[in-house]
């Protein structure tokens, strides 16, 4: 306005008295203290923990000059968790399910069941039976006698129209094998069940074999009585080979599935006719620890010790 000083001559005019300058400084360092301090928090932030990082004379190292591992870390390494060794596989069970759909097989006179289970070894004290005959013969003998036997081709006939049966041999294993089971090779035990000597061969499946084969055995002599066992195998070897498995008359052991071993060795005890209903129930065979002892014999053969 007309008439009044300027702002700058103002200023100029207080601070030319040296107290005011004095107080105006201080003001000054104030201000810019306080803008400091605020600056200085404002773009720091929270305080953040700083990682401490050993210096390079504290850390050792190793034979080619690098640092070792265990120095390159403040903290131990985690240690993996240790893998479980895997346990040893047990042995698989053989498979449950039948052989193929059968063929319809009628047969012309069935053969009686076997014991339910196989007999001492020998008579408990005060029993009546089992008994002997006579003095067992040497196990020799009873080796040669079925040598014999499953040397010999057999013609097992299913029906009576059967005029051209197939020749089939058995297996000497699975005999010794089943012999071990019943009698332990005794050539003249008599079971309590009637069943007689190496093969325990009962009298109506030796008269059944005997009219079969034409034949006239003494099941109570040791050639007789495994000659009668090992056409019966024979019989039972065709009646499954032709019901389940097309006709193949194979007995090779498998220790995986079912095979035609299986049901012979499984029928000699059971009889043909509880193999055919657990076979058509999708079961396992009805006396897995018969067939299961047999073939452990036959892969151990105690008789040669």
């Given at each position: 306005?007309?008439?009044?000083?300027?702002?700058?001559?103002?200023?100029?005019?207080?601070?030319?008295?040296?107290?005011n300058?004095?107080?105006?400084?201080?003001?000054?360092?104030?201000?810019?203290?306080?803008?400091?301090?605020?600056?200085?928090?404002?773009?720091?932030g929270?305080?953040?923990p700083?990682?401490?990082?050993?210096?390079?004379?504290?850390?050792?190292?190793?034979?080619?000059?690098?640092?070792?591992?265990?120095?390159?870390?403040?903290?131990?390494?985690?240690?993996?968790?240790?893998?479980?060794?895997p346990?040893?596989?047990?042995?698989?069970?053989?498979?449950?399910?039948?052989?193929?759909?059968?063929?319809?097989?009628?047969?012309?006179q069935?053969p009686?069941?076997?014991?339910?289970?196989?007999?001492?070894?020998?008579?408990?004290?005060?029993?009546?039976?089992?008994?002997y005959?006579?003095?067992?013969?040497?196990?020799?003998?009873?080796?040669?006698?079925?040598?014999?036997?499953?040397?010999?081709?057999?013609?097992?006939?299913?029906?009576?129209?059967?005029?051209?049966?197939?020749?089939?041999?058995?297996?000497?294993?699975?005999?010794?094998?089943?012999?071990?089971?019943?009698?332990g090779?005794?050539?003249?035990?008599?079971?309590?069940?009637?069943g007689?000597?190496?093969?325990?061969?009962?009298?109506?499946?030796?008269?059944?074999?005997?009219?079969?084969?034409?034949?006239s055995?003494?099941?109570?002599?040791?050639?007789?009585?495994?000659?009668?066992?090992?056409?019966?195998?024979?019989?039972?070897?065709?009646?499954?080979?032709?019901?389940?498995?097309?006709g193949?008359?194979?007995?090779?052991?498998?220790?995986?599935?079912?095979?035609?071993?299986?049901?012979?060795?499984?029928?000699?005890?059971?009889?043909?006719?509880?193999?055919?209903?657990?076979?058509?129930?999708?079961?396992?065979?009805?006396?897995?620890?018969?067939?299961?002892?047999?073939?452990?014999?036959?892969?151990?053969?105690?008789?040669?010790?």
């Open positions: 306005m007309p008439g009044r000083a300027p702002v700058g001559s103002d200023a100029v005019a207080l601070l030319s008295n040296p107290r300058r004095v107080v105006a400084g201080a003001v000054v360092v104030t201000v810019v203290t306080l803008v400091g301090v605020a600056a200085f928090f404002g773009l720091r929270d305080p953040k700083v990682a401490s990082f050993p210096s390079p004379a504290a850390v050792p190292a190793a034979s080619d000059g690098s640092p070792s591992p265990e120095a390159t870390s403040d903290s131990p390494s985690p240690v993996p968790s240790p893998t479980p060794s346990k040893a596989a047990a042995p698989a069970p053989k498979k449950k399910a039948p052989p193929p759909k059968p063929k319809p097989v009628t047969v012309a069935p009686p069941a076997h014991p339910a289970s196989p007999p001492p070894r020998s008579p408990a004290p005060g029993a009546s039976c089992p008994t005959a006579g003095p067992v013969a040497p196990r020799a003998d009873v080796a040669a006698a079925m040598g014999t036997a499953t040397g010999r081709q057999y013609r097992p006939t299913l029906r009576l129209d059967d005029h051209n049966p197939p020749a089939i041999t058995v297996r000497l294993l699975m005999v010794q094998g089943i012999g071990w089971m019943e009698s090779w005794q050539s003249t035990i008599v079971s309590c069940d009637g007689v000597g190496t093969m325990q061969v009962m009298k109506d499946t030796a008269d059944w074999m005997n009219q079969k084969y034409g034949t055995y003494d099941f109570h002599t040791l050639s007789g009585n495994v000659s009668v066992a090992c056409g019966y195998l024979a019989w039972l070897t065709r009646y499954f080979g032709d019901r389940y498995f097309g193949n008359y194979d007995l090779t052991g498998d220790a995986t599935k079912l095979v035609l071993l299986d049901l012979v060795i499984s029928a000699y005890q059971a009889g043909f006719g509880a193999v055919d209903n657990a076979m058509a129930a999708g079961k396992d065979l009805p006396n897995t620890w018969y067939v299961y002892g047999v073939e452990g014999f036959m892969t151990n053969q105690p008789w040669t010790g």
